[in-house]
């Protein structure tokens, strides 16, 4: 049995000039027990103590500073929640007038039913028929987007969809990331000039899908499902284009937002989607991809 193995020289793997330009401007990496600060003023935030007069770094991360706070944001972590935040998540279990769900943070996350649409968009009191059909508006392993509502005492996010821009998912693609690598923004809804919708989960986790056929705020939002539906082959390798080029930039500890991820969709076109998935290509597609967003902010 014969394979083909394809080897280049690291210095034809990159652009080293662009390389070089990055890594000048990269921010430092603090590795715990590091000294971030020794001036005196200064306060300890997340992510740091206090060792003498120095202040030190209680995780691996970049410094981050307001005014006279000094904190290390963490490069991995779980997802710390705050209100507002769009996530996307998928449901664990029905439970009585709640369902739990999974958001990728510390503990699970309740849903609670009055804080659902109706199907048809109702606006009424829940009753008990309404909660002896839970299983049939969302049952377990559905995926759903949603809006942090509420963060009580111990940790544990409320969440809510009475948007209709909210709701369960259809098809599509969903794509774990770490949670500091997704920026925030205004809207976490895109639909890309490629032909496809994203949805930028607050919690690290992206859904991709095909481009829906109305905008943000009258979406389906509720539980209904084209799963009958054949997504054209064209609209599947778009989806799973992005889905590379997502991963391509979270590889490179880049932040994803909507500009990004389309910039880096129009680089990766030289490549195949399945070369997107070579070491060679991810770092060509994040390396370009980050010039283009030096050049915007120039």
Same mark, same amino acid.
């Given at each position: 049995m014969t394979t083909n193995v394809n080897i280049r020289l690291a210095l034809d793997r990159v652009n080293m000039g662009l390389l070089a330009q990055n890594q000048a401007n990269a921010p430092r990496l603090y590795t715990p027990g590091e000294v971030v600060t020794a001036q005196q003023g200064f306060m300890k935030g997340h992510g740091t103590y206090v060792e003498g007069d120095?202040?030190?770094?209680?995780?691996?991360?970049?410094?981050?500073? #307001?005014?006279?706070l000094v904190s290390i944001k963490p490069l991995k972590s779980r997802y710390v929640g705050e209100i507002g935040d769009v996530v996307v998540a998928r449901i664990t279990e029905v439970q009585q007038k709640r369902w739990k769900v &999974?958001?990728?943070?510390?503990?699970?996350?309740?849903? !609670?039913?009055?804080?659902v649409n109706l199907p048809g968009g109702e606006l009424r009191r829940r009753v008990a028929e309404d909660e002896q059909?839970?299983?049939?508006?969302?049952?377990?392993g559905d995926l759903i987007s949603a809006e942090v509502q509420n963060i009580y005492d111990e940790g544990t996010l409320s969440l809510y969809t009475r948007s209709l821009k909210y709701g369960k998912l259809s098809q599509?693609? !969903?794509?774990?990331? +770490?949670?500091?690598? #997704?920026?925030?923004?205004?809207?976490?809804?895109?639909?890309?000039?490629? /032909?496809?919708?994203?949805?930028?989960?607050?919690?690290?986790?992206?859904? #991709?899908?095909?481009?829906?056929?109305? &905008?943000?705020? /009258?979406? &389906?939002?509720? +539980?209904?499902?084209n799963l009958s539906e054949i997504i054209?082959? /064209? &609209?599947?390798? #778009?989806?799973?284009?992005?889905?590379?080029?997502?991963?391509?930039?979270?590889?490179?500890?880049m932040m994803l937002y909507d500009t990004s991820i389309q910039y880096a969709y129009e680089e990766s076109m030289k490549y195949e989607v399945h070369e997107l998935l070579q070491q060679e290509a991810i770092f060509d597609v994040a390396f370009l991809t980050q010039h283009r967003l030096r050049l915007q902010e120039e």
């Open positions: 120095d202040i030190k770094a209680s995780v691996a991360g970049v410094m981050e500073q #307001v005014n006279k &999974d958001t990728n943070s510390r503990l699970d996350s309740i849903l !609670l039913l009055s804080s059909a839970m299983r049939k508006y969302l049952q377990e599509g693609l !969903l794509v774990k990331v +770490f949670p500091s690598l #997704v920026k925030r923004r205004k809207t976490h809804f895109h639909n890309l000039p490629c /032909g496809a919708s994203i949805i930028l989960g607050n919690n690290g986790f992206i859904w #991709v899908s095909p481009s829906s056929r109305s &905008d943000g705020e /009258g979406g &389906d939002g509720g +539980f209904s499902q054209p082959r /064209g &609209d599947r390798e #778009v989806i799973a284009r992005l889905r590379n080029c997502i991963l391509a930039l979270a590889h490179c500890k």
